[in-house]
């Protein structure tokens, strides 16, 4: 028995695609017999017709790959796209570096290793872009003093 047409005119009037029809298996000879659209809307009203459920995408893949990313994961070479400055901008990170730079000098200075003059050099060296790093600091300082 060939129900294609009756597939095609319930998908129709329910909107669907007829790959979601779904004709209940105990009235099938009822249903081969309709013709005309108002039979096949009597056999929907009568639930004989109805439209399956549409399959959705389940999201707990992603769930995962979020979780694993927030534990430090997925972040290597393979998975970048774009400059290391689009990824981490140059202001940002001039930003952190005078800020440690700073930070190493007022320990230095509280602490005695350096003077007041000294710290005020080294401050405006600092803002100048002369050091690259705390350690490169702390070098200089040490070259300075060997002096």
């Known amino acids: 028995m060939n129900l294609r047409s009756q597939k095609r005119m ?3 009037l ?3 695609g007829t790959g979601r029809v779904k004709i209940d298996p105990e009235s ?7 013709i005309t659209r108002d ?6 009203n009568n639930n004989l017709i109805t439209a399956k459920q549409k399959k959705g995408v389940s999201k707990g893949r992603l769930r995962h790959k979020k979780k694993q990313k927030n534990l430090g ?6 998975h970048r796209s774009g ?5 981490n901008n140059s202001k940002r990170r001039w930003i952190n570096k005078i800020r440690a730079l700073r930070k190493e000098l007022r320990r230095l200075k509280s ?9 005020r050099r080294l401050y405006l ?3 100048g872009n002369l050091f690259n790093s705390r350690r490169h600091l702390r070098e200089h300082i040490e070259r300075m003093h060997k002096k």
């Open 28 to 34: 099938l000879e009822d249903v081969s017999r309709a």
């Open 39 to 44: 039979d096949i809307r009597f056999y929907i």
């Open 83 to 87: 400059t290391l400055n689009a990824r």
């Open 125 to 127: 060296q600092a803002k």
């Open 111 to 119: 602490e005695g290793e350096i003077n007041e003059s000294e710290y």
């Open 14 to 16: 329910l909107g669907v």
């Open 73 to 78: 994961r997925r972040r290597g070479h393979g």
């Open 10 to 12: 319930a998908a129709k």
